[in-house]
Protein backbone atom coordinates (compact mmCIF):
# COMPACT_ATOMS: atom_id res chain seq x y z
CA UNK A 1 0.00 0.00 0.00
CA UNK A 2 1.24 3.27 -0.49
CA UNK A 3 2.08 5.81 2.00
CA UNK A 4 1.29 9.61 1.87
CA UNK A 5 2.17 12.29 3.15
CA UNK A 6 0.56 14.06 5.99
CA UNK A 7 1.20 18.22 6.10
CA UNK A 8 -0.41 20.60 8.25
CA UNK A 9 -0.09 24.39 7.09
CA UNK A 10 -0.75 27.99 8.50
CA UNK A 11 -2.02 31.10 6.61
CA UNK A 12 -3.37 29.07 3.78
CA UNK A 13 -5.55 31.18 2.37
CA UNK A 14 -4.05 33.84 0.80
CA UNK A 15 -0.32 34.94 -0.80
CA UNK A 16 2.52 32.44 -0.22
CA UNK A 17 0.30 29.83 1.52
CA UNK A 18 -2.23 29.71 -0.39
CA UNK A 19 0.07 28.51 -3.49
CA UNK A 20 2.09 26.22 -1.35
CA UNK A 21 -1.62 24.65 -0.40
CA UNK A 22 -2.39 24.28 -3.94
CA UNK A 23 1.44 22.79 -4.60
CA UNK A 24 0.74 20.53 -1.63
CA UNK A 25 -2.20 18.82 -3.36
CA UNK A 26 -1.35 15.62 -5.05
CA UNK A 27 -2.37 12.45 -5.20
CA UNK A 28 -3.09 10.59 -1.53
CA UNK A 29 -2.12 13.78 0.01
CA UNK A 30 -3.66 14.24 3.88
CA UNK A 31 -3.17 18.05 4.05
CA UNK A 32 -5.10 19.94 7.34
CA UNK A 33 -4.78 23.72 6.38
CA UNK A 34 -5.59 26.15 9.09
CA UNK A 35 -6.53 29.97 8.08
CA UNK A 36 -8.77 32.65 8.92
CA UNK A 37 -10.86 32.00 6.15
CA UNK A 38 -12.21 28.69 4.09
CA UNK A 39 -11.46 28.56 0.19
CA UNK A 40 -13.85 26.96 -1.75
CA UNK A 41 -11.49 27.09 -4.50
CA UNK A 42 -9.21 25.44 -2.52
CA UNK A 43 -11.55 22.79 -1.72
CA UNK A 44 -12.42 22.26 -4.87
CA UNK A 45 -8.98 21.83 -6.58
CA UNK A 46 -8.03 19.35 -3.73
CA UNK A 47 -10.78 17.31 -4.92
CA UNK A 48 -10.14 16.96 -8.44
CA UNK A 49 -6.58 16.02 -7.44
CA UNK A 50 -7.42 13.14 -5.07
CA UNK A 51 -6.02 15.48 -2.09
CA UNK A 52 -7.91 14.65 1.52
CA UNK A 53 -8.03 18.25 2.36
CA UNK A 54 -9.28 19.25 5.64
CA UNK A 55 -10.01 23.21 6.22
CA UNK A 56 -10.28 25.03 9.83
CA UNK A 57 -11.63 28.89 9.78
CA UNK A 58 -9.02 29.92 13.38
CA UNK A 59 -7.97 32.86 15.07
CA UNK A 60 -4.68 32.05 15.54
CA UNK A 61 -3.95 34.72 18.26
CA UNK A 62 -5.58 32.31 20.52
CA UNK A 63 -3.47 29.55 19.73
CA UNK A 64 -4.00 27.18 23.00
CA UNK A 65 -7.88 25.79 21.42
CA UNK A 66 -5.95 25.71 18.01
CA UNK A 67 -3.07 23.22 19.35
CA UNK A 68 -5.93 21.23 21.21
CA UNK A 69 -7.66 20.53 18.09
CA UNK A 70 -4.82 19.90 16.17
CA UNK A 71 -4.17 17.21 18.77
CA UNK A 72 -7.39 15.07 18.60
CA UNK A 73 -7.09 15.29 14.93
CA UNK A 74 -3.60 14.01 14.55
CA UNK A 75 -4.67 11.40 17.01
CA UNK A 76 -7.79 9.75 14.30
CA UNK A 77 -4.77 9.82 12.01
CA UNK A 78 -3.65 6.33 11.37
CA UNK A 79 0.25 6.58 10.54
CA UNK A 80 0.37 2.98 9.07
CA UNK A 81 -0.72 4.78 6.17
CA UNK A 82 1.19 7.41 6.48
CA UNK A 83 5.25 8.63 4.72
CA UNK A 84 6.22 11.47 6.44
CA UNK A 85 3.98 13.80 9.19
CA UNK A 86 5.34 17.97 8.64
CA UNK A 87 4.30 20.78 9.79
CA UNK A 88 4.70 24.00 8.03
CA UNK A 89 4.29 27.32 10.45
CA UNK A 90 2.90 30.09 7.89
CA UNK A 91 1.13 32.48 9.28
CA UNK A 92 1.81 35.88 10.10
CA UNK A 93 1.39 39.56 10.62
CA UNK A 94 3.35 42.02 10.44
CA UNK A 95 1.70 43.87 13.13
CA UNK A 96 2.70 47.53 14.12
CA UNK A 97 4.59 49.61 11.80
CA UNK A 98 6.43 52.26 13.95
CA UNK A 99 8.49 52.72 17.37
CA UNK A 100 7.32 50.60 20.08
CA UNK A 101 5.56 53.34 22.38
CA UNK A 102 3.24 54.06 19.90
CA UNK A 103 1.69 50.39 19.73
CA UNK A 104 -1.19 49.83 21.37
CA UNK A 105 -1.41 47.30 23.59
CA UNK A 106 -3.69 44.78 21.80
CA UNK A 107 -1.51 45.51 18.99
CA UNK A 108 1.70 44.06 20.78
CA UNK A 109 -0.37 40.50 22.12
CA UNK A 110 -2.18 40.12 18.69
CA UNK A 111 1.43 40.24 16.67
CA UNK A 112 3.40 38.26 19.26
CA UNK A 113 0.82 35.54 19.76
CA UNK A 114 0.07 34.91 15.85
CA UNK A 115 3.93 35.28 15.06
CA UNK A 116 5.55 33.50 17.72
CA UNK A 117 2.91 31.93 20.06
CA UNK A 118 1.45 30.20 17.62
CA UNK A 119 3.83 28.14 16.12
CA UNK A 120 5.13 27.40 19.66
CA UNK A 121 1.62 25.80 20.07
CA UNK A 122 1.43 24.09 17.45
CA UNK A 123 4.94 22.30 17.27
CA UNK A 124 4.36 21.67 21.05
CA UNK A 125 1.15 19.50 19.69
CA UNK A 126 2.56 18.27 16.67
CA UNK A 127 5.53 16.80 18.18
CA UNK A 128 3.63 15.29 21.42
CA UNK A 129 0.89 13.44 19.19
CA UNK A 130 3.32 12.40 16.57
CA UNK A 131 6.54 11.21 18.44
CA UNK A 132 5.48 7.69 18.70
CA UNK A 133 4.52 7.46 15.25
CA UNK A 134 8.11 5.93 14.07
CA UNK A 135 8.24 7.90 10.46
CA UNK A 136 9.88 10.99 9.16
CA UNK A 137 8.57 14.15 10.80
CA UNK A 138 9.60 17.99 10.05
CA UNK A 139 8.36 21.50 11.19
CA UNK A 140 9.09 24.51 8.81
CA UNK A 141 9.37 27.73 10.28
CA UNK A 142 8.99 30.33 8.10
CA UNK A 143 11.16 33.15 9.40
CA UNK A 144 12.17 36.08 7.83
CA UNK A 145 15.71 37.83 7.01
CA UNK A 146 13.88 40.62 9.70
CA UNK A 147 14.82 38.15 12.41
CA UNK A 148 18.29 38.67 11.60
CA UNK A 149 18.63 41.94 11.47
CA UNK A 150 16.76 45.25 13.05
CA UNK A 151 15.02 47.70 11.65
CA UNK A 152 13.08 50.24 12.74
CA UNK A 153 9.40 50.74 12.96
CA UNK A 154 9.40 46.59 12.70
CA UNK A 155 10.47 45.68 17.00
CA UNK A 156 7.18 43.43 17.13
CA UNK A 157 7.75 41.60 13.96
CA UNK A 158 11.68 40.96 14.55
CA UNK A 159 11.01 40.09 17.64
CA UNK A 160 8.96 37.57 16.96
CA UNK A 161 10.82 35.82 14.01
CA UNK A 162 13.82 35.91 15.92
CA UNK A 163 12.52 34.10 18.70
CA UNK A 164 10.74 31.71 16.27
CA UNK A 165 14.70 31.02 14.72
CA UNK A 166 16.17 30.29 18.69
CA UNK A 167 13.10 28.08 19.82
CA UNK A 168 13.57 26.27 16.36
CA UNK A 169 17.36 25.83 17.70
CA UNK A 170 16.45 24.71 20.92
CA UNK A 171 13.58 21.44 19.29
CA UNK A 172 16.04 20.61 17.26
CA UNK A 173 18.62 19.98 20.55
CA UNK A 174 15.78 18.66 22.14
CA UNK A 175 14.69 16.29 18.92
CA UNK A 176 18.44 15.07 18.13
CA UNK A 177 18.29 13.21 21.76
CA UNK A 178 15.33 11.15 20.59
CA UNK A 179 15.72 7.72 18.54
CA UNK A 180 13.63 9.33 16.00
CA UNK A 181 13.46 12.66 16.45
CA UNK A 182 11.51 15.42 14.13
CA UNK A 183 13.90 17.67 11.82
CA UNK A 184 13.08 21.67 12.17
CA UNK A 185 14.36 24.21 9.95
CA UNK A 186 13.34 27.73 10.58
CA UNK A 187 13.46 29.38 6.91
CA UNK A 188 13.34 33.28 5.41
CA UNK A 189 11.76 32.87 2.03
CA UNK A 190 13.03 35.49 0.17
CA UNK A 191 10.97 39.25 -0.55
CA UNK A 192 7.42 37.87 -1.76
CA UNK A 193 4.78 40.01 -3.48
CA UNK A 194 2.06 39.41 -1.16
CA UNK A 195 0.24 41.81 1.11
CA UNK A 196 2.55 42.05 3.62
CA UNK A 197 4.65 43.66 1.53
CA UNK A 198 2.07 46.11 0.34
CA UNK A 199 1.57 46.88 4.18
CA UNK A 200 5.51 47.71 4.63
CA UNK A 201 5.27 49.96 1.03
CA UNK A 202 2.21 51.93 3.03
CA UNK A 203 3.76 52.42 6.14
CA UNK A 204 4.11 55.92 7.08
CA UNK A 205 7.67 56.99 6.49
CA UNK A 206 7.95 59.06 9.66
CA UNK A 207 7.41 55.91 11.50
CA UNK A 208 9.21 53.62 9.15
CA UNK A 209 11.53 55.40 8.06
CA UNK A 210 12.70 51.78 5.78
CA UNK A 211 9.41 52.17 3.65
CA UNK A 212 11.20 53.45 0.48
CA UNK A 213 13.37 50.44 0.55
CA UNK A 214 10.50 48.16 -0.10
CA UNK A 215 9.14 50.74 -2.79
CA UNK A 216 12.16 49.83 -4.69
CA UNK A 217 12.22 46.03 -4.40
CA UNK A 218 8.48 46.39 -5.81
CA UNK A 219 9.73 49.28 -8.99
CA UNK A 220 12.68 47.41 -9.61
CA UNK A 221 10.67 44.40 -9.73
CA UNK A 222 12.40 42.18 -7.33
CA UNK A 223 9.80 40.12 -5.38
CA UNK A 224 9.13 36.86 -6.05
CA UNK A 225 5.90 35.82 -7.10
CA UNK A 226 3.70 33.78 -4.39
CA UNK A 227 4.11 30.80 -6.68
CA UNK A 228 7.74 30.50 -6.92
CA UNK A 229 8.32 31.35 -3.80
CA UNK A 230 6.00 28.50 -2.77
CA UNK A 231 7.96 25.90 -5.07
CA UNK A 232 11.60 27.03 -3.55
CA UNK A 233 10.15 26.81 -0.49
CA UNK A 234 8.46 23.29 -0.58
CA UNK A 235 11.87 21.89 -2.34
CA UNK A 236 13.39 23.13 1.03
CA UNK A 237 11.18 21.29 2.97
CA UNK A 238 12.01 17.97 0.67
CA UNK A 239 15.62 18.44 0.65
CA UNK A 240 17.36 15.00 2.35
CA UNK A 241 19.65 17.37 4.56
CA UNK A 242 16.49 18.95 6.01
CA UNK A 243 17.47 20.31 9.53
CA UNK A 244 21.22 21.44 8.43
CA UNK A 245 21.50 24.03 9.37
CA UNK A 246 18.32 24.50 11.46
CA UNK A 247 18.27 28.03 10.34
CA UNK A 248 18.39 28.69 6.75
CA UNK A 249 17.66 31.30 3.73
CA UNK A 250 16.11 30.39 0.61
CA UNK A 251 18.43 32.14 -0.97
CA UNK A 252 21.62 30.65 -0.19
CA UNK A 253 20.15 27.28 -0.82
Known amino acids: MARHDLTILTGASRGMGLAMARQLCVQGAVLLCISRNRS ?17 TADLA ?5 AEQLRGWLQAQDPATLGSARLINNAGVIGHLGPLDTAAAQDIAMALRIDLEAPVQLAAAFLATTGAWGLPRRILNISSGLGRRAMAGTALY ?11 RCVALDEARKPHGARIVSLAPGVIDTGMQTELREGDPQEFPDRDNFQRLKDDAALTSPEQAARQVLAYLARPDFGEPVIADVREA
Do not use: I, R, Y
Not at 43 to 56: E, K, V
Not at 159 to 164: L, N, Q
Open 158 to 168: CAAKAGMDHVS
Open 62 to 66: DAAPV
Open 40 to 56: EALQSWADDQGTQLTQW
